[in-house]
């Protein structure tokens, strides 16, 4: 993703490829007594599920329901926000803009920082639902989407490791031998009927499943 070369309202340069990510407690603490609904993504997420680490990280992603976008701007006040408008590119997310359909990634930083620190990904609803942005025939319950491991709110493994099946890394391979061994039945079944649905002539992840 390209960044834009100043920040808003100030000649001042922003970081480019640079990443300090807020450690899990960091963002945790952040978050504490937050009006909305987040949790937390990615590689800490699977972490958090197994109960150790795995791997070092370059960043942190949480995710919050789109409909709750503009009170996580104002719970993040006096941080530099931007929008990935188009996909590839980052802009400043406007104050008390509503970010629609299309834009799923927000970069932030704290001003002072040299580098981002936190990574913002936008769920679709419909309602009291969950929707996935790549197959509207996936989705559940919002309560469902968010599961605790070691007292952190965390997408659902299942969720996690089908996101991670796309087109998948070095470091989603890991992340999935790591958690398969850990996997319950029904989080099996359920990554296994979605997996075929997304990948019907196929998926490498389908046979260890």
């Known amino acids: 993703m390209r960044a834009p070369g100043t920040s808003p309202n100030a000649n001042v340069p922003i970081p480019y490829q640079q990443w300090?990510?807020?450690?899990?407690?960091?963002?945790?603490?952040?978050?504490?007594?937050?009006?909305?609904?987040?949790c937390l993504a990615g590689g800490c997420a699977v972490e958090q599920f197994l109960g150790f680490?795995?791997?070092?990280?370059?960043?942190?992603?949480?995710?919050?329901?789109?409909?709750e976008q503009r009170q996580a701007q104002r719970w993040l006040k006096g941080w530099r926000l931007y929008a990935a408008d188009p996909p590839g590119t980052l802009r400043p997310w406007l104050e008390g803009e509503a970010l629609p359909f299309g834009i799923h990634d927000i970069w932030g930083h704290q001003q002072g920082s040299t580098a981002w620190?936190?990574?913002?990904?936008?769920?679709?609803?419909?309602?009291?639902?969950w929707v996935s942005r790549r197959d509207p025939r996936i989705r559940g319950r919002r309560d469902d989407l968010i599961a605790i491991y070691n007292g952190v709110p965390c997408v659902r493994i299942d969720v996690q490791l089908l996101y991670k099946a796309k087109?998948?890394?070095?470091?989603?391979?890991?992340?999935?031998?790591?958690?398969?061994?850990?996997?319950?039945?029904?989080?099996?079944?359920?990554?296994?009927?979605?997996?075929?649905?997304?990948?019907?002539?196929?998926?490498?992840?389908?046979?260890?499943?």
């Open 117 to 129: 620190q936190l990574q913002i990904m936008l769920a679709e609803v419909e309602r009291n639902e």
């Open 167 to 209: 087109q998948p890394r070095p470091k989603d391979e890991l992340d999935f031998q790591a958690s398969l061994p850990r996997l319950s039945v029904d989080e099996k079944q359920w990554l296994k009927d979605k997996l075929c649905l997304l990948h019907p002539s196929g998926h490498p992840w389908l046979d260890t499943l």
């Open 20 to 38: 300090t990510p807020l450690s899990v407690t960091e963002v945790v603490t952040r978050f504490a007594n937050a009006p909305l609904r987040w």
């Open 53 to 67: 680490p795995i791997r070092e990280h370059s960043d942190i992603d949480i995710v919050i329901f789109r409909d």
